[in-house]
């Protein structure tokens, strides 16, 4: 349609050349026959994108019903999502009071930790206490050797004592039984010539001589006395002791109203404790109720009405039992004698005795682990005390 247009509006122009013609016609033919060919390969390229367009259609189509299909899906799903969300909003509610008792714990093991910084810091103390006691029983093992070491110097020391101690208490006691023998002998002369001359011959002394007389006769029976004593004493230390218990009120009882007996005029008040028990040896603390409640008889014979007691009180904490009397008393400044043998603050004539019963008190007490002593004032009467 171009070239018709071009040849029928264009009349006046000039003639051309046949050849020229030809050839562009020739071209122009070459051209319609490319363009022909371009058309054709447009043409098999629309019918390709057609073909393309209908398999894309197919596959749309499929997408499309997958797509309605995925919506139906995604219509359960998103149920199930709502049901989640709802699960979920539940969860959120359940994690704020979980946070708010998570913040409370957090608090709380905030608390801890400060109480733990101060427990830490006590526990450091405690160990710094720790080894400075360590230190400390380093030392005090080290003085422990020490004196362990001196102990059993001492230990030694004693036990050689104690054997010293008792080859000594035997010879003494060898001694005094040899002495007493010996004394015996000649004192039994004495007594017997003594006695001869006061039956046979009394009469015919002077005054004076009756009086030296009698002198010898009495010392006679003072000297067989503290023989007697003497060998007493001596057995005291090498007696074997049973330790049981006792009751040591009914004890004193018995002994006091015994003595009575023997001085049935006397007006005598007895005040003794009752059931007072302890472990002691019966022979023994009979001895030592004798001889208490024999001096408290001897010291209140001037006393219109005696009053004797035995009793228990407590020293320094300790149980004391105690014998007092309201008699004749006796000056402190020499209470240190009372308890050494044969040692008297009266005179013979006013309260008779060898001055040996004290002595005996104190070893018996001692040999029962106790101590005993005496307080006194004169006029005023005393008071015996000892612990067992």
């Given at each position: 349609?171009?070239?018709?247009?071009?040849?029928?509006?264009?009349?006046?122009?000039p003639?051309?050349?046949?050849?020229d013609?030809?050839r562009a016609?020739?071209?122009?033919?070459?051209?319609?026959?490319?363009?022909k060919?371009?058309?054709?390969e447009?043409?098999?390229?629309i019918?390709?994108?057609?073909e393309?367009?209908?398999?894309?259609?197919s596959r749309?189509?499929d997408?499309?019903r997958?797509?309605?299909?995925?919506?139906?899906?995604?219509s359960?799903?998103?149920a199930?999502?709502?049901?989640?969300q709802?699960a979920?909003l539940?969860?959120?509610e359940?994690?704020?009071?979980?946070?708010?008792?998570l913040?409370?714990?957090q608090?709380?093991?905030?608390?801890?930790l400060e109480?733990?910084t101060?427990?830490?810091?006590?526990?450091?103390?405690?160990?710094?206490?720790?080894?400075n006691?360590?230190?400390?029983?380093?030392?005090?093992?080290e003085k422990t050797?020490?004196?362990?070491?001196?102990?059993?110097g001492t230990?030694d020391?004693?036990r050689?004592a104690?054997e010293?101690?008792d080859?000594?208490?035997?010879?003494?006691e060898?001694?005094?039984?040899s002495v007493?023998?010996?004394?015996?002998a000649?004192?039994?002369?004495?007594a017997?010539?003594?006695d001869?001359?006061?039956?046979g011959?009394?009469?015919r002394?002077?005054e004076?001589?009756?009086d030296?007389?009698?002198r010898?006769?009495?010392?006679t029976?003072r000297?067989?006395q503290?023989?007697?004593d003497l060998?007493k004493?001596?057995?005291?230390?090498?007696?074997e002791?049973?330790?049981e218990?006792?009751?040591?009120?009914?004890?004193a009882r018995r002994?006091?109203e015994?003595k009575t007996?023997f001085?049935?005029?006397?007006k005598v008040e007895?005040?003794i404790e009752p059931?007072?028990f302890?472990?002691?040896?019966?022979h023994?603390?009979?001895?030592?109720?004798?001889?208490?409640?024999e001096?408290a008889?001897?010291?209140?014979?001037?006393?219109?009405l005696?009053?004797?007691e035995f009793?228990l009180?407590?020293k320094?904490?300790?149980p004391?039992?105690?014998?007092?009397?309201n008699?004749t008393?006796?000056?402190m400044?020499?209470?240190?004698?009372l308890?050494?043998?044969?040692?008297?603050?009266?005179?013979?004539?006013d309260?008779?005795?060898t001055?040996?019963?004290?002595?005996t008190?104190r070893?018996?007490i001692q040999?029962?682990?106790?101590?005993?002593?005496?307080?006194?004032e004169?006029?005023?009467?005393?008071?015996?005390?000892?612990t067992?």
């Amino acid at each position: 349609m171009t070239i018709r247009s071009s040849l029928t509006e264009q009349p006046s122009a000039p003639a051309i050349n046949l050849e020229d013609y030809q050839r562009a016609m020739l071209n122009i033919l070459e051209d319609a026959s490319e363009e022909k060919a371009r058309l054709q390969e447009t043409q098999r390229a629309i019918l390709n994108v057609l073909e393309d367009f209908a398999a894309e259609k197919s596959r749309q189509e499929d997408t499309q019903r997958a797509a309605l299909n995925i919506l139906e899906d995604f219509s359960a799903e998103k149920a199930r999502l709502g049901e989640m969300q709802r699960a979920a909003l539940n969860i959120l509610e359940d994690f704020a009071a979980e946070k708010s008792r998570l913040e409370d714990t957090q608090r709380a093991a905030i608390n801890i930790l400060e109480d733990f910084t101060g427990e830490k810091t006590r526990l450091e103390q405690t160990q710094r206490a720790m080894l400075n006691l360590l230190d400390d029983f380093d030392m005090e093992r080290e003085k422990t050797e020490a004196a362990n070491l001196q102990l059993r110097g001492t230990i030694d020391s004693l036990r050689r004592a104690k054997e010293a101690a008792d080859a000594a208490n035997y010879e003494l006691e060898a001694f005094a039984y040899s002495v007493s023998h010996d004394l015996r002998a000649p004192l039994r002369s004495i007594a017997g010539f003594g006695d001869l001359l006061y039956e046979g011959y009394f009469d015919r002394l002077d005054e004076e001589g009756r009086d030296s007389l009698q002198r010898i006769i009495a010392a006679t029976e003072r000297m067989g006395q503290l023989i007697d004593d003497l060998l007493k004493l001596s057995r005291l230390t090498r007696t074997e002791m049973t330790r049981e218990r006792h009751n040591l009120s009914e004890m004193a009882r018995r002994i006091a109203e015994a003595k009575t007996k023997f001085e049935p005029d006397r007006k005598v008040e007895l005040v003794i404790e009752p059931n007072l028990f302890a472990e002691v040896d019966e022979h023994l603390l009979g001895v030592v109720f004798e001889n208490l409640l024999e001096n408290a008889f001897k010291f209140t014979g001037k006393c219109e009405l005696a009053r004797i007691e035995f009793g228990l009180t407590s020293k320094d904490g300790k149980p004391t039992y105690f014998v007092k009397d309201n008699g004749t008393g006796f000056n402190m400044a020499y209470v240190g004698k009372l308890f050494q043998p044969f040692q008297r603050l009266h005179s013979a004539n006013d309260f008779p005795g060898t001055g040996i019963g004290l002595a005996t008190v104190r070893r018996i007490i001692q040999r029962h682990g106790g101590m005993v002593w005496i307080e006194g004032e004169k006029g005023k009467g005393a008071t015996v005390y000892f612990t067992l």
